[in-house]
């Protein structure tokens, strides 16, 4: 991902996530702080999708529409912020390419890959071999994700 594919992320989040909006500087402020987690899906020539991953801690998710301002030191985790592939272009594989690319950045560095399934995601991400894991006690970051919100991890096997 790049700079430039910024607008276009944007503006795919906003119509597959309305429920959950973020301001165009937290997508810019990810791509900043972790360049080599952020992907972009190209479908016949064009932007078709994109997933945005940094590094975090076990442990509560990060807050929604909300800026880092750094990385948690002792990062033990790529938190996959978001993943979305285009309605044109889904069913074609792009999901799970960009996934396959995430774990092979990610492999060796961290122990797991979390994110937050969401509005009953959570058996999609299955497929790929995320399991659920105890939700943090209420009150936390998790609360803005939903009541269906299901934290999930994939382990990568060996310890960083």
């Known amino acids: 991902m790049q700079a430039r594919d910024l607008p276009a992320v944007v503006a ?35 932007f078709a999708g994109y997933m945005i991953a940094h590094p ?12 880092l301002g750094t990385l948690p030191d002792g990062a033990d985790l790529v938190h996959l912020h978001d993943c979305v ?33 969401v509005d009953g995601k959570d058996a999609y991400w299955s497929r790929f071999g995320f ?10 970051t998790l609360d803005a994700y939903g009541a269906r919100a299901v934290p999930m991890r994939l382990p990568l096997g060996g310890t960083p």
């Open 12 to 46: 795919l989040a906003a119509q597959a996530h309305p429920a959950y909006p973020e301001r165009d500087d937290v997508f810019a402020e990810r791509l900043a702080l972790a360049p080599n987690l952020c992907l972009v899906h190209e479908a016949e020539g064009s």
């Open 85 to 117: 592939i285009a309605p044109a272009a889904r069913g074609r594989g792009g999901a799970a390419g960009g996934l396959a690319a995430l774990v092979a950045r990610a492999r060796g560095r961290f122990r797991a890959i979390g994110l937050v399934a």
């Open 56 to 67: 975090w801690r076990e442990g509560p998710p990060p807050a929604l529409d909300t800026l």
């Open 131 to 140: 399991r659920p894991v105890a939700a943090p006690a209420p009150g936390t």
